[in-house]
């Protein structure tokens, strides 16, 4: 048994939460409030049977892959307050940082 | 020393950090969020003594279990939303997820 | 890899994220709720490879480190409710329990 703890983005734990779900794996999603470091995470554990272990994190890497966005953004000209303008910048979003623990004893009641 | 991580019932966590108080046990309890996958679920996290793990895991499943309540609920008859009757049904409440993690290294400030 | 699990106390969480950030940490922050046990905690998770492990921990003890706090109480005279005086006391604060735990497998995606 293995304990999977990711801690993702949390625009992408809905979608990731659906996917383990459909494939038969059970989640629990912990609220990180992440203070100014990590604003916007979630931590999600996933308990799962040793040679399932390889499938949650596929699942995890796929939902949760850092990719890049095109965002509108606003940018002032000439430093004119009045000359705001939008244009396109690429962005970062999503990513997880996956941990795997040895379970030394699972139990359930 | 031995980290157990337990994944419970909201309903059950104020009963369940009392009876670990009463044996001397620290708790902390995290706020799950849940997602759809696991509302109204608690995550609890008790650091404990290699001897004392089996004291931790029953009480966790001593106060947690998984046991039939039965609720009234309300039904309609024939299709009419005018006659809704209230009747009861058994419905499973409680239930926990241990795991339980080797801790490499144990330390207080 | 190690992951660092610490329950420290609300009001140092800022500023062990701040110590853990300038020495190159990546930290999440965990709501905990804490119940009646543990009010006022916050459980930090920090992912660090082996090497470093001791320096984190030092990090979580100097900056969170249990240590006394003069604070204005009120204490009724003679049982008079009119009667409160304020007085000093001594209160411990701050504190914290650190968890290393190994890593069996760490991916980023
Ligand atoms: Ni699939
Ligand atoms: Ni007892
Ligand atoms: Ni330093």
Chains 1, 2, 3 share one sequence.
Do not use: W
Request: proline residues 3%; neutral net charge.
């Amino acid at each position: 048994m293995k304990l999977v703890v990711a801690v993702i983005q949390d625009k992408d734990s809905g979608k990731l939460l659906e996917a383990l779900v459909e494939h038969n794996f059970k989640a629990t999603k912990l609220a990180s409030t992440g203070g100014f470091l990590k604003s916007g995470n979630t931590t999600v554990l996933v308990g799962v049977e040793d040679d399932k272990t390889q499938q949650v994190v596929s699942i995890i890497k796929k939902v949760c892959k850092a990719r890049e966005k095109t965002v509108t953004t606003m940018s002032p000209i000439g430093g004119a307050v009045e000359s705001y303008v939008p244009y396109p910048v690429e962005v970062v979003i999503g990513g997880a940082t996956i941990f795997v623990l040895d379970v030394a004893q699972f139990e359930k009641a």
